[in-house]
């Protein structure tokens, strides 16, 4: 993308496409030469349903505070004051827009307390075999994840990397439809062109 995606930090944003392997199990996410980046120390969530992503060097990048098995805040550093809110990630109801097999996921950022129309919505593939992450309601792409043992992420140029592994640290987390007896291609090809025209709920 030409203009930065930027809602961590903008100096996550890189002028060239990275790749990243996320240790589900674990919860830490590694650079293509294979260093760590990003990793989550408790992979469970405590008794205050908050959870903490660090950098590689043990700086708080964000804390995930879990309000239920489908929604959940996130917040810059280690505090859950309203203050350093960033965004919001909603599971979506099932209903007649959203195809079988699919989850789908709104984004909203702070700045968008209303939350009529999400920033970004993520798109999860069966049982998490592969996901995408969409620009609001365009079919603009800034990250695609493929499942081999864990997430191997592929994120655009100038898009917030950082963004990018949070939102699938709650992925990870989320209850997925099951599409194990949907395996024919051209169910494949339906819900692809299907997902290109999900509106926003």
């Known amino acids: 993308m030409a203009n ?11 002028p060239h496409s990275i790749i990243i392997q996320i240790n589900t199990e674990k919860g830490v996410a590694y650079s293509e030469r294979d260093d760590r980046l990003f990793y989550i120390q408790d ?9 903490v992503l660090y950098d590689n060097t043990k700086n708080p990048i964000v804390t995930f505070y879990n309000k239920s098995s489908e929604e959940c805040k996130v917040f810059k550093g280690e505090s859950t004051d309203s203050s350093n809110f960033l965004f919001r990630v909603k599971k979506m109801k099932k209903s007649s827009t959203i195809p079988s097999g699919i989850t789908k996921l709104n984004v909203f950022l702070a700045k968008n307390p209303d939350e009529e129309k999400s920033e970004f919505r993520v798109i999860i593939y069966g049982s998490k075999r592969s996901c995408s992450v969409y620009v609001g309601e365009s079919p603009t792409i800034v990250a695609q994840v493929e499942n081999n043992g864990g997430f191997k992420v592929s994120v655009n140029p ?17 209850k997925c439809s ?24």
């Open 178 to 201: 099951d599409t194990s007896t949907q395996d024919s291609l051209s169910a494949g090809i339906e819900m692809t062109s299907a997902i290109l025209s999900l509106p926003i709920e």
């Open 158 to 174: 100038n898009v917030d990397y950082a963004f990018i592994v949070a939102l699938l640290m709650i992925v990870k987390d989320i």
């Open 43 to 51: 992979t469970s969530f405590t008794l205050h349903d908050r959870r």
């Open 4 to 14: 930065k995606v930027s809602v961590i930090n903008p100096s996550y944003c890189v």
